[in-house]
């Protein structure tokens, strides 16, 4: 196996802050979510605290681009936290200090970051740290991010192109970077994947001696590009982002049953974050504006159960302090927290009008999950012998807690069932 | 895991007549094949031996189809043996006196079948055993395969398809057959993949009580089914027929980097058969005739390899009674079967320049493999230590037996090193 | 100027009996609907009687085609007519009776005939007309119509193909077919086109010295095939089968937008049949049943409209003994025919918010038709002097016959006003 | 007719800065090339003297650009000539000397533009004349141009998009281009065609009073907008670059063909410049460097008439002044300028085993072109009566001036022969 899949042994799982503030999180915002995971998650698994893209942009102020607008980089072509919304990037410190503090918290630190080089640094010519080589040099012509132009992507066949990167990986690695989400990466809708930049990036971090997660988006990543995707992410996104639309969750059962083979230790194929509880404060995206997310509790569980049976990496989007009892008692789910950490070749079992059964193997349990992906409940007949391999007739309901022995089952509208056995 | 898959728990290994006879063995022809293999293969592995197209067609002398002919049918629409060219299924004894034989040899028996009923069938609209359905009710109207005139889909929807599909495996059962190679099915030039037969076909196989393993042909299968397939087969192909030619050779190695991850047990991405030894004997297809196969030492070599450490099903193709010494060596390779047997997780590790390489993992042992594609020998800077896990010196070269230590080595046009830890 | 260009110099006009009778029109009802024509239509140009498919099976009865049903064939494998549905054509005489019948009232015969050989002729292995090549011969392996079980294709590269083309053309041009609908030919859902049967039906028709109009089905015609259909039919498809659904009519606009330029004297792109007055009678397709058309007077107007303006052959799908004054009224509309006879470069001017503007010019007028395809009334500003070569105000509208000076003009939802300069 | 259509009555004539000097010619050169035409082809209809792509940029020096490079601007967000190259254009005259100086000679003046807002003008967020909106307003955010790094396209549903296309299109108008070629709009690998940007720029030239012929760069254009760009420009490319290289040539064949249709008055598709005589001379690309054109003279003869019978517009690519006798005259050749200007429908008889034959008519005179696209010579059986529509054996061949009786002609490899009627 290779060493960067020990890193991430079992799906990540943490905060985001792009649900709940688009592109312009503050400083303020992350510590508050990071203290609340510290005391309400942590020992549930969460511990990555993710600061989402466009943290170099001083005027950032919702899930909106500003065309063109200037960034804080430094002399060196990489781009800084504005100080105007981290106040302790300072000084020239960078995300250092609050990288420190998550740490003190006993949780890790993840940022994103653009594929390529700043198109201002193109335009400037900036120099690039360990070469003599500019911006100019290792700028791939008209490789562009069809929705955002903050970058020209990097040509990885020109001299310069593997010191800038270098340069980028060893920036997040003294500032205590663990996880790193790169962005325009994982699909694109103008030139399909740019596999040579995630090769680039695989190569810098495993030569860096840091730690650092790596995340690809956004999707849908092609599966004509799993096996590369495994050899060099740790996860990477299955679909465009993902919001609290029904259609959306939906459509995310098919993508599941056809990576399911490509869930393997170390690389996870990612749902994208969770769109629950309080989120739309700052982004304007999915079609929503502040609100607790419009899934039902319902629609809420099928999506946990699909997410942790699956095994995709887990960020909660929403501000966390604002959460409910309800919400934080889904993310702490024992049944739900032993599928993801400890399932074994999850897989679709079935799939006819739309009842949907997926099961998962762990040590100790056998999982199956009966999902109703109808508009209407469901009187679902339920042999869960044939399920099972195990004999016995000891199986209960994960969320209601209940035995379950007979051969019918009512299942409500887009909602689930986990027997667990 | 699905019991079907308990069927083929390592890779199956075998004879295949279609390279050498294309559609027309003879009954002494496999029966030749069959007392070698239980001389020669058996103990290495090799254990079934199978019969290829259109054993029904009366007529059949090449690899060329004679569109439109008579095929040997029975009063249910199911074709049967031609008995001029397999006596012993005289007396509608079908293949039993020949699976017999097979068993007692003691290997086991493949056939092929295409999808659906046959066209005569539904021309003169025939019975269908078990339902008073015919073979006009359940043909699928104009899914036809785009190369062979034998057949029209079944279009599983319709009352009589089930109990049809049910009729054929009940037969193959009946007369012994332990391997079901369905043909135009894992991939269509006209319609993509007939998900619904091979759903159907995995149910009646089930529900048969035999236990028949599942091979679908031909390829290219689409990443987008595999997920599919590995819960509805034990192999598939990756490509349309394959031969002797070195571009094909060259070519699978992209297809098996992508397929790698759906290699686990009890379901394998197939190669195809191995066009090895004396091939051509009446096969016309694959632009070459009567021969022994055109691939070099070298090509042998490299093309074995990789079927073995992908876990390839590995089925010779040439008349296995001309083989000479060097060919049934390499069927025996010892390091090679262990790839194959024992291999886990194989992977392409990397690929520069047309030098490939791929490593796996054996419970005793590592094996890396270093392909040359070129066109040219080549020399190649290698530290080995960068893909073998463990630490040691011990490492030694498997078709030399030498002990290699240095930091380069030279491979032979299109030959490939394997290093055994 | 092609010669077979001048058997329709102008896009022709006439009756086809699928709209209401499906595949199960029989000779009474042809007659009824020549006898009208004669009496009510003739003067304004409508001159085609055409019988569309499968009047060689016995047991049609609809628009869903039995699969596999026997065909009425003779022994040069030539698809005759159902004498139960065709009593004149008792005694092998096939159409002639029924075309002598035709000419007799001052019209011109036609008929449909689907691309290829019948499957039953190659499962006989029937003869061929003025060859020793038999129907196996030429039929094309596995080339079939995608909807249609009758035929196989013809492998025109086969000694024999050609001669069974001629043989179909002699006998046609003998019953006095002046119009030839071949059809699962102008595009094909599995193949693409069929280039290379359609040069040879037009080499065996210039060749045959009879005048017989080449019209190509179904369509979408792909543009890049367009100068290829213009030098080799009298008019092709532009769509799959056309219904009196507003979304069919509201899509032609774009197709017809495309195909503009291809309207030139002797080609015509074919927007299909009118699917107006009397409908669905016998035929089940386009999800309705037995009605008067749904399209709204409106809808009607549009329709009409744009096919004359477009210069699309008109050929009207309702039983025409049943229509109302409005619609025979509609047919005979002066303007239409004006536009549609003699119109030079019919063109779309512009869209905006679906206001669409066609202009052509004849003679003596120009035409300037502006369509609401909103679902809502508009008003709509309209500077005429923008689309009007000439000066001049005496510009009057064609359905109302009122005369235009403003600048402004209410446009009703789905509904067109045509000025006339 | 639209009125821009009788500004290019018949296809335009002249030269184009391009194959000789790729992006880097300097005034002296345009002059000397248009003393040239002005002298020995100003009778032979030639008129356009065209300066293409980046006359703005001071240090282009071949064919290739320089990334990123500053560019010549206005206050206005406008591109200008670079007075280091264009010494008259000194003092912000732009190139209205330059246009003074052709048009004295009896010529019209051609230059090209980019489509777009420059990137530096984005940058620097400079103003647009007519409007208080600047550059970051109306540039289309990520849409560029894959090959050149010059501009980002104009969103033209922003308020100041049309007001900054008018005040290209005015100061055009006030140097006296009277030919306009568009880059990077006709087809487009990243985003498929760019209508919108071509409807504007129709909108904004029809409205300003000059009479600029637009011609659109580079194809292959599709025939999906066929019909549109008849609507909007004078000329549009069917290829990408076009260079001396055989396979290039012959596969104009094909897309002559299809384009056919739309050889209307007044809009040409467009087969590029002409590749002959002294090309490469700054220009770098198409394979080859400073040299004669590696065409053969049978292949001139071949694409000239071409060219000239599909009604090509035709741009002598070459260093005019360094012609021969030879391309001078075949320039000047009488029969191809009378196809050229006044054939009417040229069209592609046939084509088997590469005999290409095409035909058009003039008022006095047929012609046949028959083309032997193959790499050796042919013995081809014509019987041009079956192309010809008059009577008469007073036929001659174009090139040698010889009467043709036979029945039987050769021609050499890649070589066409025209036979006037």
Not at 158 to 163: D, Q, T, V
Request: charged share 25%.
């Amino acid at each position: 196996m290779q060493t960067f899949k020990t890193w991430a042994k079992t799906p990540p799982k943490g905060w985001n802050s792009w649900d709940c503030y688009g592109a312009s999180v503050t400083e303020d915002e992350v510590r508050q979510n990071a203290e609340y995971m510290s005391q309400h998650l942590k020992d549930y698994g969460y511990e990555y605290v993710v600061v989402d893209i466009q943290w170099y942009e001083p005027t950032a102020n919702s899930s909106h681009y500003h065309a063109y607008a200037d960034l804080e980089m430094d002399e060196y072509s990489r781009l800084m936290p504005a100080v105007n919304r981290f106040p302790s990037a300072k000084d020239k410190q960078g995300f250092k200090p609050l990288g420190d503090y998550i740490h003190s918290l006993g949780l890790k630190f993840g940022i994103h970051y653009m594929r390529g080089i700043p198109r201002q640094a193109v335009y400037a010519n900036t120099a690039i740290k360990g070469t003599d080589k500019k911006a100019r040099d290792i700028a791939k012509q008209n490789s562009i991010c069809p929705w955002n132009t903050d970058m020209y992507g990097v040509d990885t066949n020109k001299p310069g192109a593997k010191e800038y990167y270098r340069s980028l990986i060893d920036q997040f690695g003294e500032w205590g970077v663990d996880f790193l989400k790169v962005d325009d990466i994982a699909d694109s809708k103008l030139y399909g994947g740019h596999l040579d930049e995630i090769a680039m990036l695989r190569e810098v971090i495993d030569e860096s001696g840091y730690n650092i997660v790596l995340s690809l988006s956004p999707g849908p990543a092609s599966l004509e590009h799993g096996a590369f995707l495994q050899k060099h992410a740790n996860m990477w996104r299955l679909t465009d982002d993902y919001w609290d639309n029904w259609h959306q969750l939906y459509d995310m059962f098919a993508r599941c049953e056809k990576w399911a083979p490509f869930v393997q230790e170390g690389t996870w194929p990612d749902c994208d974050m969770l769109p629950l509880g309080h989120i739309g404060i700052r982004s304007v995206d999915g079609g929503g504006s502040d609100r607790y997310t419009r899934f039902t509790k319902a629609e809420q569980r099928t999506m946990m159960t699909l997410w942790s049976l699956f095994r995709s990496p887990l960020f909660f989007g929403g501000e966390l302090t604002d959460n409910d009892e309800w919400t934080l008692d889904l993310l702490r789910n024992e049944g739900l927290r032993e599928m993801h950490a400890n399932g074994l070749h999850p897989t679709q079992l079935s799939r006819k009008e739309d009842i949907v059964i997926w099961k998962t193997v762990t040590e100790t349990n056998e999982w199956v999950a009966v999902f109703n992906l109808n508009d209407e409940a469901a009187e679902i007949e339920l042999d869960l012998s044939h399920y099972f391999d195990k004999d016995g007739d000891a199986c209960t309901e994960l969320f209601t807690g209940e035995p379950f022995t007979g051969t019918t089952t009512r299942i409500e509208a887009h909602d689930v069932k986990v027997f667990k056995l």
